[in-house]
């Protein structure tokens, strides 16, 4: 098991950018697999996107496919999503997880570990 922080939500125009960051313990993080989630008030959890232990295999929701990048650092045990060009519609608390599951995967019950979550505001 690991432990996640999240951190980097913060309140944007439309348009701007941030980067989440989230931080592991433990010595085994590069046996993870990485996913990012979000949940907007109302609305259930949603994928948003995921990295393969290597970082060598990435997969998107179509709607933040060209706008979000999802990166690692193992040496740092830390695993980034870049968001460009914020849309209001991208407002959730977005929340990093950590899967020992073979390839990658995108639903929450197939992830092991969960950080507490960050809060993104994308203003109009």
């Known amino acids: 098991q690991v432990q996640l922080v999240e951190s980097g939500g913060d309140l944007v125009q439309a348009g701007g950018s941030l980067r989440l960051s989230c931080s592991a313990s433990?010595?085994?993080?590069?046996?993870?697999?990485m996913g990012w989630f979000r949940q907007a008030p109302g609305k259930e959890r949603e994928f948003v996107a995921a990295?393969?232990?290597?970082?060598?295999?990435?997969f998107y929701i179509d709607s933040v496919k060209g706008r979000f990048t999802v990166s690692r650092d193992n040496a740092k045990n830390t695993v980034y999503l870049q968001m460009n060009s914020l849309k209001p519609e991208d407002t959730a608390v977005y929340y990093c997880?950590?899967?020992?599951?073979?390839?990658?995967?995108?639903?929450?019950?197939?992830?092991?570990?969960w950080g507490q979550g960050t809060q993104v505001t994308v203003s109009s």
């Open positions: 997880s950590a899967s020992r599951a073979y390839g990658l995967v995108f639903t929450p019950r197939e992830y092991d570990c």
């Open positions: 990295i393969s232990g290597s970082g060598s295999r990435r």
């Open positions: 433990g010595r085994t993080f590069s046996s993870y697999g």
